[in-house]
């Protein structure tokens, strides 16, 4: 046999013999069609397209464990995600790391919670809160727990306000700007955001041009605040400072008189009540505190005809914001 008749019985051969690793179209019939290795081959153009769109919906194919970084799973909707909020209003942020990046920002660090005992980089979170003022308590750990629930907090936390406080300086550059002597109001541990938000938002109304809270025992700036100054909490310069006796004692040393507001004090209305002045408005219960109350240059009184014996606080503080604007418009 020659070589070319071998190669024609070899070939012929070939063809009779099943494919290796699988039967082919001979064995299945002419209605085979082999499978595809492209994903998606074989089915139906609409199929495809819809298989397509799923996996496009979802960001991920059947099987695939859902993907994480920093802690949060990618593949979930963004709402699960939003910043935690504690019952006061104050967005919390909990973890070491993020605590040290919100005090070395410029949000408003209402406070820093810590856990008893911790220990490591707590000693630099607790310096760098004293070096910009931010109160620091240290507290059980269940209480962190309670303020950050389901999140790794390292046993830090902080609250940060969504409304940013002025500088004093501002508040004596506005009064500047109307050209008149400063007008402010300071509020001795006011402790409802209804009353802050009101007083706030009379203090715009009546022409103030600040506004001075404490940063403990006392309302700070929230939604809730927002909403009862409907729209104010924009305008008016709201100053929180640590110490409510040293800083009347740096207003005075500017030339503005402080008086603050008592049963035991002067008719407002019979009182000298123009020039640079500052009024205190005292906590809803207790009134001002002694200590304030003595750094005060006077004091004011609301007189009382009825049978109970005290206005709110926001009302006291409207009428006598009133009395000032009266003196000066005269």
Not at 91 to 105: D, F, H, Q, T, Y
Request: proline letters at 4%; charged letters at 30%.
């Amino acid at each position: 046999m020659s070589k070319r008749d071998n190669k024609r019985f070899n070939d012929a051969d070939r063809k009779s013999a099943p494919k290796r690793g699988g039967k082919n179209r001979r064995d299945y019939g002419d209605n085979y069609e082999p499978k595809s290795r492209t994903a998606g081959a074989g089915k139906p153009a609409g199929a495809r397209r819809a298989s397509g769109a799923a996996k496009a919906a979802t960001g991920r194919t059947r099987g695939s464990s859902p993907r994480k970084a920093l802690g949060f799973d990618l593949d979930r909707e963004y709402e699960a995600q939003k910043p935690q909020v504690g019952t006061d209003g104050l967005e919390v942020i909990a973890g070491r790391n993020p605590v040290v990046e919100v005090l070395s920002g410029e949000r408003d660090v209402e406070r820093v919670f810590i856990a008893d005992g911790s220990e490591g980089s707590v000693s630099k979170i607790v310096a760098l809160a004293k070096e910009k003022g931010v109160i620091v308590d240290f507290v059980p750990k269940e209480k962190i727990d309670a303020m950050a629930p389901g999140v790794k907090h390292q046993g830090v936390a902080a609250k940060v306000s969504e409304y940013r406080y002025a500088e004093m300086d501002e508040v004596f550059a506005r009064a500047e700007e109307s050209g008149e002597d400063p007008f402010i109001i300071i509020l001795d541990e006011i402790s409802d955001p209804h009353n802050l938000g009101a007083i706030i938002r009379t203090a715009e109304c009546a022409g103030a041009h600040g506004v001075i809270i404490p940063k403990r025992r006392a309302a700070s700036l929230t939604q809730t605040v927002a909403l009862s100054a409907a729209g104010a909490i924009e305008n008016m310069p709201v100053v929180q400072v640590t110490n409510l006796a040293r800083t009347i004692e740096e207003l005075q040393g500017k030339g503005v008189w402080v008086g603050a507001a008592d049963m035991d004090g002067e008719t407002y209305y019979k009182a000298n009540l123009t020039g640079p002045i500052a009024i205190v408005i005292g906590n809803e219960g207790k009134g001002v505190g002694r200590l304030v109350k003595e750094k005060c240059d006077f004091v004011l009184s609301i007189p009382m005809y009825g049978r109970i014996n005290s206005l709110n606080a926001s009302n006291a503080a409207a009428v006598l914001m009133y009395g000032i604007r009266r003196a000066r418009t005269k």
